[in-house]
């Protein structure tokens, strides 16, 4: 998996590439997480239109994400994830915590 990370007006957008597994990635992932929050950003959008395949534990990754997020005030969103994922995300009951924004700007708007 691939991590990239641009920061735009005050909102984070981390782009996934490739296979989200866990393991190592999850590290990595958390790592830019807490950089992000002592940056003071509250409010990450996950761009998974790169992903080609995840897993339960990648779901996991968006869990521990979206829980780090919301500890500060903060909340994490997702963008154009593919229909694998939404399937995976409908399976563990998890659609109303990761509504699946079909854009970057329809997400930011989206942030109370």
């Known amino acids: 998996m ?4 641009r920061e735009d007006a005050g909102t984070a957008i ?3 590439q490739g296979n989200v597994v866990g ?5 990595q992932l958390n790592e830019k997480l807490h950089e992000l929050v002592d940056k003071g950003i509250k409010r990450v959008i996950v761009d998974l239109s790169g992903v080609i395949f995840m897993n339960s534990s990648g779901l996991g990754m ?3 994400g979206l829980t780090a997020m919301r500890n500060i005030g ?4 997702i963008v154009q994830a593919s229909p694998k994922i939404e399937t995976l995300l409908a399976v563990a009951k998890l659609q109303s915590l990761f509504p699946n924004y079909s854009s970057i700007e329809q997400a930011r708007n989206s942030f109370a």
């Not at 691939?2 to 990370?5: C, D, F, G, N, R």
């Not at 393991?23 to 590290?27: C, F, I, R, S, T």
């Not at 903060?74 to 969103?77: P, Q, T």
Request: no cysteine.
């Open 14 to 16: 981390i782009t996934l």
């Open 62 to 64: 968006l869990i521990g």
């Open 74 to 77: 903060g909340d994490l969103k």
């Open 23 to 27: 393991g190592p990635d999850a590290l």
């Open 2 to 5: 691939e991590i990239s990370i």
